[in-house]
């Protein structure tokens, strides 16, 4: 919902949708792998890209695996993040406490 809000603001209300699901399996993965402690979301806008970043305390990179066989509940989630994204990756934080960040490009 926060995420439908600001590309509200920025008049881009065309990429909610996929902004909403970028960063709802983006929080998903960190809560689910990150072990929990704190997890801090970002939106940017750029003149090509709205960003999301999701930065956590878990050193440990995000991974695509193997969807998931018939009627497997888990697994899809970073496929339909690069489907839905023109890029996405990690990259160590560089702000003490936080161990990395990890980020999708949507393009505008």
């Known amino acids: 919902m926060?995420?439908?809000a600001q590309l509200a603001v920025?008049?881009?209300?065309?990429l909610a949708s996929d902004a909403e699901y970028v960063v709802s399996e983006l929080v998903t993965n960190a809560?689910?792998?990150a072990g929990g402690g704190d997890i801090w979301v970002a939106l940017k806008?750029?003149?090509?890209?709205?960003v999301v970043q999701v930065t956590d305390q878990s050193p440990s990179p995000p991974a695509l695996r193997p969807g998931p066989g018939p009627g497997g509940e888990a697994g899809r989630g970073l496929h339909i993040v690069a489907e839905l994204s023109e890029?996405?990756?990690w990259h160590p934080s560089q702000v003490p406490g936080w161990k990395k960040v990890v980020y999708a490009?949507?393009?505008?």
């Open 2 to 4: 926060l995420a439908r």
């Open 31 to 33: 809560v689910a792998h």
């Open 87 to 89: 890029e996405w990756g």
């Open 45 to 50: 806008l750029t003149p090509w890209h709205v």
């Open 105 to 108: 490009r949507i393009a505008r």
């Open 10 to 14: 920025w008049g881009l209300p065309e």
